[in-house]
Structures are given as structure tokens and as C-alpha cells.
């Protein structure tokens, strides 16, 4: 009963920060229906093309949550406890993240839907645009090496329900223990390959005029079902089909290499379906996969009511573990930049303003997709997090990947209202797997885009070169073993926490350069400054952390050049940005007066 109370009061709260902070921030942008949008007024089919909110919001949603928080959160909670998480999350996704994502968006549609770099051009510097450009190509070089060494790892190996024991081979698994209930990952692999084909035929029947958008949702979804049920009949076993054609590998070896021609095919993916028009493969996929996390979000909160009524449900993890966590991280900064994309991201600042901006049909839709879908992220964290809370504090999944947690949780949650475990699974991974898809080839769209800018190659040519790039420098990192053992998206995990808390930090600074310049409204300050003091404050504390504990082995540890690279680049950023609020106004933008 008391997770039950948790999420129900976590739900109320964000429910009326929507309904009042949210109109509060609507007037204080003087949003405008009337004013044509760069969607409309650009359109070009291609990269600009107008959308009805309902299917924007699923795509952005979709879009903008990732990994992040699901990882996040159960990092966070297994290092410090649930309570501190709890805490954070839900003060930054009302005061800090949602302001964030909505003040993204809306500067980009007052700048004809560029992204939030170029905000950062016009109203600080040309030299902080440029370090501006480099620092975000960076953190989405990060981002696409995380997640999608994340979910390589998702299509290979096996959980034996019974123990909560995760095994690196479905070989491993089927030696251990004749009589367990093992769920082969290969199954998830055979149903997000389904799923990634539906919103291609999706999108070519819409784009053909034979179906509408809910007419072809209609259809769709249950396909989407269908491939769930398919994968555990004919699960995917690449390791097997790795150790067929090369039997002197160790299970381990064969289960190594399969992750490996993952990460490739997924890299892959994401470079094909960045160059893709958008009614071919983002709208349609943003559409099912929107409504999909909506099923997982409803799914889990469903579960958590029956339980919590029945009492079938309690918290087994401790509150507050300490300040310090077993790898001598503390609390500050460590919290802030572990949960994430859960309560603050500045990876949103680029979804909004790189594409949720192009295909925004008006401007008073900023508010649900920009500020909205932030909360909305608030309670997928939570929910999150109260998988964790389900364990005891002995469970060897406790251990586990966040992602085979977080899907031990919805498991569970489904089963309390009957739905067997084996499928709950499926289910919870593949919903897993549709965050990080769309975050994946949204990344390497918008890494394109930026490399086109700085490699002023806006025609086909430049696509491609842009894509190739972009997908490419990701395959270094995850085709390399890490000689501790350590997954690779771990080593990268806290380089990624940190650049994408200081990425919301330069997008809230740059927000609030632009506001003051143009409106030297004193709210400027309270809405958008205090919030990006934070973000960088810790930040690059956690930075300035990182360099110090890998200083003995600077000479080899990419991971502390990489953080002092971007320790640097905020330096001049913050300089850069100050120097400008120091700069006479500019004369009052005409977009920012009601019409």
C-alpha cells in the first residue's frame, strides 16, 4: 500500500504542476494559435512537415525517453536509496526539466524551428556557437554508444525468472538449471526486429492516401501486439547461430561477439532511418511507439493499484542508504547526474528544438508536448523505480542490468491482474527497447544535422557524409571490450550523466540570455536561471570529480580527457554567456508579442 500511496501522490502533483505552473509558463511565452509555426510556414516534406498534437506528443514522448529513465532511476536508487529520487524527481521535472524542454521548444519556433544552437548564436556569439555545436555532437556520440550498447546487450543471454539470475548465453542458462523458467532474450530480439518493420508499411500506407493516421493506428497496434506474442516462438538466438559457425568459442565468447553484430545492425538502423523522410519512419513509428509506453506506463500503474489493494505488494528497499554508495560516490553531485533524463536532460533541449520544433502545427501545442511529456517522463521514472523497490535487498537481480529490473518489475506488476510472467516480460523489454529505438536514430538524425552546419554541406551529399559520420564513430567504442568486465554503457554512464546535465545547463543559460536580451523580464531569472546555476553547479562538479579519481592514469583513461574536454568547453560557454548578458538589449522580437 505504501508504493501504491507513492505513485498515486507523485501522479496528483505532477497532475497540478501541469494544470497551473504549465499555464503559468504558457502566458509568461505568450504562446499564440494564431501565429503560423515554422511547420506550416517552412513546409518542405522532408524535415519540416506539420503534425496534429496527439501523434506529436506520442513521437516526442516516445523520443525523448530513452534508457534514461528506466537506468537512471534504479542507479540512482540502488546507490542512495528510492527516497532521495523519489525527492528529485519530481522537483526537477516540474521546476527544472519541464521548463527546460518547453522554453527548448518554444525558443526554436520563435527562431524558425532551428535548434537551440542557433538561439546561441544569435543572442551570444558565433565562437560559443561553434563550441556549442561540437559539445552537443559529443554528448550525442555518447548517448548513441550508451543506448545502443544497452540494447545489444537486451538480445543476447536469458533470465531464469525463478532466481532472478541473468546468464550471459542461452546455452549458460539452459546448462544451470533444467527445470527454471528461462525467458531467452532472443525473443525480445525477434520482436523489436517485427516492430521495426511496421512503421515503414505504416507509413507508406498513410503517405498513399489508402489510411489515416488513426485509421492505420487502428490496424497497427495490434500488429504490434502480435510481434510481442511472436517473439518467444521463434526467438533469435545469435549466440547459437554464432557457435554453429565457429564451435571452438567459449559460451561467453559467442555471446561476446553477438552483442558485438548487434551493436553494428543497430548502428546500422540508425543511419538508414536518419536520412529517412519523416512520414516514412519517425511519424509513424513516434505514433506506435507513443501509444505503446502509454500501454507500459498504464501497465505498470495498474499492476501497482491491484497489488497495493490486495496487498500483494510491498517496498523492500531501504529508503536511504547513505551519502556515500558502494563506488565512494556522494550523494551531490552523483543523484543529479544518475537519474537523468527522469527529472532534468538536456538530450530534450535537441529533440525539441532538432525536430518536435519542424513539425509543431501551433503554438499553443508547446505546452502538452514541451512541458507535459517532461511529467509524463517523471511518472515512467517512478514507476521505474518502484520495480527496484519490489526487490529485496539480497535479490541477486539487484545486480542485474536496470533494464532486466525494470522489466522483473512490470512482470510482476502484470502479474497481479493475471498476465503470465513469461509474456509480461516480453512485453516490459520490448517497451524498453521502443524508448531507445527512437532515441537512437533521433540522435543520428540530429548529429547529421549539425555536422551539415559546421560542414556548411546542407544538400544530399552532406546527409549522408553527416549520417556516416555520426553512426560511424560510435562503432569504435562498442566494437572494443572493456578489459575490467565492465559493460561499456556503465564507463559511459556517468561521462553521460554529466555532459547531459551540463547540456541542460548551456540550453537553460542560452534560454535565458535570450529572454533577457530581448524582454528583460525579471521572471527570466527565477523560471530559467536558477535552474541552469544548478545544472551546472553540479555538473561540473561531477566532471571536475571524474578528472580527479582517474588522475593517476590519465595517460590512458579516454573517459578523463573526454570529461576535461567538456569541463573546458563549459568554461568558455559560461564566459561566452555572461559577457552577453552584459551586452545592451536587443530591440523586442515581434513574435514575442501577442498577435
Request: hydrophobic share 55%; glycine share 8%; proline share 5%.
Amino acid at each position: 500500500m505504501e508504493m501504491l500511496a507513492i505513485v498515486l501522490i507523485s501522479a496528483v502533483l505532477l497532475t497540478i504542476a501541469y494544470l497551473t505552473y504549465g499555464r503559468l509558463l504558457a502566458r509568461l511565452f505568450l504562446l499564440d494559435d494564431r501565429t503560423p509555426t515554422p511547420a506550416i510556414s517552412r513546409r518542405d516534406g522532408v524535415d519540416y512537415e506539420p503534425c496534429e498534437a496527439s501523434p506529436l506528443l506520442s513521437q516526442h514522448f516516445s523520443a525523448i525517453a530513452a534508457a534514461g529513465p528506466i537506468v537512471g532511476p534504479i542507479l540512482a536508487g540502488n546507490a542512495f536509496g528510492w527516497l532521495p529520487a523519489i525527492l528529485w524527481i519530481l522537483c526537477g521535472a516540474i521546476f527544472i526539466g519541464g521548463v527546460h524542454d518547453f522554453a527548448a521548444l518554444v525558443a526554436s519556433i520563435r527562431h524558425n524551428a532551428n535548434s537551440i544552437i542557433d538561439v546561441v548564436r544569435v543572442h551570444i556569439s558565433r565562437r560559443a556557437y561553434l563550441l556549442f555545436l561540437i559539445f552537443v555532437w559529443m554528448a550525442l556520440v555518447y548517448i548513441v554508444v550508451a543506448f545502443t550498447d544497452i540494447t545489444a546487450n537486451m538480445f543476447v543471454g536469458a533470465l531464469d525468472l525463478q532466481s532472478g539470475k541473468t546468464f550471459q548465453s542461452v546455452a549458460q542458462a539452459r546448462a544451470a538449471d533444467a527445470g527454471a523458467i528461462i525467458v531467452e532474450a532472443g525473443s525480445v530480439a525477434t520482436s523489436s526486429l517485427l516492430y521495426l518493420m511496421l512503421p515503414i508499411v505504416m507509413g507508406l500506407l498513410v503517405k498513399s492516401g489508402r489510411l489515416s493516421m488513426s485509421q492505420a493506428t487502428v490496424v497497427f497496434v495490434p500488429l504490434v501486439i502480435l510481434a510481442i506474442l511472436a517473439g518467444p516462438l521463434m526467438p533469435l538466438n545469435l549466440d547459437d547461430v554464432v557457435r554453429t559457425f565457429r564451435p571452438q568459442l567459449t559460451p561467453q565468447e559467442a555471446a561476446g561477439l553477438a552483442v558485438r553484430c548487434w551493436d553494428v545492425f543497430l548502428l546500422l538502423y540508425c543511419a538508414i532511418a536518419s536520412v529517412t523522410p519523416m512520414w516514412l519512419l519517425l511519424q509513424p513509428r513516434g505514433q506506435l511507439g507513443g501509444i505503446f509506453l502509454y500501454a507500459a506506463l498504464g501497465a505498470g500503474a495498474l499492476g501497482l493499484i491491484t497489488g497495493g489493494l490486495t496487498g500483494m505488494q510491498e517496498i523492500r528497499q531501504p529508503a536511504f542508504k547513505g551519502w556515500v554508495d558502494a563506488e565512494g560516490n556522494t550523494l551531490a553531485p552523483f543523484l543529479f547526474i544518475t537519474v537523468a533524463c527522469g527529472a532534468c536532460s538536456g538530450f530534450h533541449a535537441l529533440i525539441a528544438s532538432g525536430t518536435t520544433s519542424k513539425q509543431l502545427s501551433s503554438e499553443g501545442h508547446a505546452k502538452p508536448i514541451g512541458y507535459g511529456a517532461m511529467l509524463l517522463e517523471a511518472m515512467v521514472a517512478i514507476v521505474s523505480l518502484c520495480c527496484l523497490m519490489l526487490l529485496a535487498p539480497a535479490s541477486p537481480l539487484t545486480k542485474a542490468s536496470p533494464n532486466f529490473i525494470y522489466a522483473n518489475g512490470i512482470s510482476e506488476f502484470l502479474g497481479f491482474v493475471g498476465l503470465p510472467r513469461q509474456l509480461g516480460l516480453t512485453f516490459a523489454l520490448m517497451a524498453f527497447n521502443t524508448f531507445v529505438y527512437d532515441t537512437l536514430d533521433v540522435c543520428t538524425r540530429l548529429g547529421r544535422f549539425i555536422l551539415q552546419e559546421l560542414l556548411r554541406m546542407p544538400g544530399t551529399a552532406g546527409r549522408w557524409l553527416g549520417t556516416l559520420i555520426t553512426a560511424g564513430a560510435p562503432v569504435f567504442f562498442v566494437t572494443r571490450q572493456s578489459a575490467s568486465g565492465v559493460p561499456l554503457w556503465k564507463q559511459f554512464w556517468g561521462l553521460f550523466g554529466a555532459s547531459n546535465q551540463l547540456l541542460a545547463a548551456l540550453t537553460l543559460l542560452s534560454v535565458t540570455v535570450w529572454l533577457w536580451r530581448t524582454r528583460r523580464a525579471p521572471w527570466t531569472f527565477l523560471v530559467t536561471g536558477i535552474g541552469a546555476i544548478l545544472m551546472y553547479v553540479m555538473s561540473s562538479w561531477a566532471l571536475i570529480t571524474m578528472i580527479r579519481a582517474r588522475w593517476d592514469k590519465l595517460g590512458t583513461d579516454v573517459v578523463a580527457w573526454i570529461a576535461m574536454l567538456l569541463l573546458g568547453l563549459a568554461v568558455a560557454m559560461l564566459i561566452e554567456a555572461i559577457v552577453a548578458l552584459l551586452r545592451r538589449p536587443e530591440p523586442q522580437e515581434p513574435a514575442l508579442q501577442p498577435a
